[in-house]
């Protein structure tokens, strides 16, 4: 691992970070904010995963986390969202190839190489910060936004033991029934839809819901509402009786403004369950 | 004045704006933040000028400043740091011409016809600003990071009866015998030495200070310390008994992890002597 840059950040360490990861087969960037409390303890842990078009660095800079990860003394990891490098596979749309890893293992050429994002967020990179970081593996909890709020939930409910919390900002909710998951799964999984339900959170929370409470954040005015379904996670929701806050936030859109304003509740939200 | 997006955020709108400018001969965008408190009644106003290379953008989404403005009942204003346009003058420095506007106004060519960030942050956009949105103009404050730093405290020092407050995030402090300074005030001002001492913090600090207390953060890790040149203000704090907080930060460096770091202490500095 190689770091590339070391920031102080509200007492504590916001860095960036490249390995070689053989479950993309390409070197990846991540970073990782530890907070000031980890100088003398190990560390609970929150993954945030970014939406399309991002790298570590938006929700990095953007999403106003650290000084809550710093107030109660939780790390921040923030993957990639896909492989990179001009020999990955790619599209020229925006949600599709780089940048739009849909937290999936592809196995449909040209992406099956390289486009194992679920591997890489739930073993390869967890095994590195567990190795690197002085975080608390049994500890472990994750949220996202957008795509990565798709990655959040379906990974939180298809790993039950590892994470002990899940949130999500504005997450894609319904994949499955949206252009925003039927492209991208039927590109990387194939054409056989039966295999598309392991990654549409909707279908997991009717299916098998989650062993502690759920937190959702939902923009009345995102702009990609209908295609974000939050419609199908609340209804999945309601009918399981799922431990869970489902907050419609009123006059917000899908932008970073959005989500730095919740962000404190989110981070404490987790640190509470991670205690 | 056009707008260009209008995002929620922490309850409040934060805008960004373009209007035509008669200070700088060109179209000039800024962004501002109203916290929700504007709603219900004028709120005060707080300046935010940025450094070298940054436009608004930077510490509207970097800064972390608008979960202090809604929490304090601030506005926040983010002007550009130059004019800008393809038939604006240029250099191909990062520290000179466009994205370097030093808060002066340029009296030699080819800086002069556009170069007017004096005329245009003490005036123009001021005016403006008063007449779009509902701020008290009897309550303004300034701050700024790093070329940002040094026009917020030659400006209020220069415009005491303009602002209430004044702040700065690891300022260039001492132009005039600076790298970050003698460049940029002999292009844009011409060789007579005499006239940059209106524009360096330093020099204007031991000659009349400010009228109520001023909050300097530094970080010791500060990659461009020497350039900074931080001893020559706090020996001009201390000579002239200045009221002052001058914080130097250990371990951190010139970056907005810095600068977010210690927002919360700056927007409540500003709001209490604001009220």
Redesign the interface.
């Known amino acids: 691992m190689e770091i590339l840059s070391e920031?102080?950040?509200?007492?504590g360490v916001?860095g960036v970070y490249k390995h070689s990861s053989d479950a993309c087969l390409c070197d990846m960037t991540f970073a990782v904010y530890m907070p000031p409390q980890a100088r003398a303890q190990k560390v609970p842990v929150l993954w945030f995963l970014s939406g399309l078009t991002c790298t570590h660095d938006n929700a990095m800079?953007?999403a106003?986390a650290?000084?809550w990860a710093a107030k109660y003394g939780v790390a921040l990891v923030f993957p990639d969202t896909s492989p990179r490098g001009d020999d990955v596979a790619n599209d020229e749309a925006y949600d599709l190839g780089q940048g739009a890893g849909f937290y999936v293992d592809a196995v449909q050429n040209p992406w099956a190489p390289h486009f194992n994002m679920w591997t890489y967020v739930t073993e390869e990179l967890p095994k590195l910060v567990a190795a690197e970081f002085d975080i608390i593996e049994e500890n472990q909890g994750i949220t996202g936004h957008s795509m990565g709020g798709h990655g959040a939930l379906t990974i939180a409910m298809s790993l039950p033991d590892r994470y002990k919390s899940v949130s999500a900002f504005a997450p894609i909710a319904n994949p499955t029934a949206s252009d925003w998951g039927r492209k991208q799964l039927g590109a990387y999984m194939g054409a056989d839809e039966a295999a598309w339900a392991a990654h549409d959170a909707s279908l997991l929370m009717a299916d098998r819901g989650f062993h502690s409470p759920v937190l959702i954040d939902q923009?009345t005015?995102d702009n990609f509402y209908d295609l974000l379904r939050p419609q199908a996670l609340a209804d999945a929701i309601t009918q399981r009786k799922q431990a869970a806050t489902f907050r419609m936030q009123s006059?917000?859109?899908h932008?970073?403004?959005?989500i730095?304003?919740f962000m404190?509740d989110h981070v404490k939200f987790h640190a509470e369950l991670l205690k």
Do not use: P, V, W
């Not at 920031?7 to 007492?11: K, L, P, S």
């Not at 932008?255 to 959005?258: G, V």
């Open positions: 920031n102080t950040c509200f007492g916001q800079t953007k106003g650290q000084a923009g005015a006059g917000y859109d932008s970073y403004f959005f730095q304003s404190q």
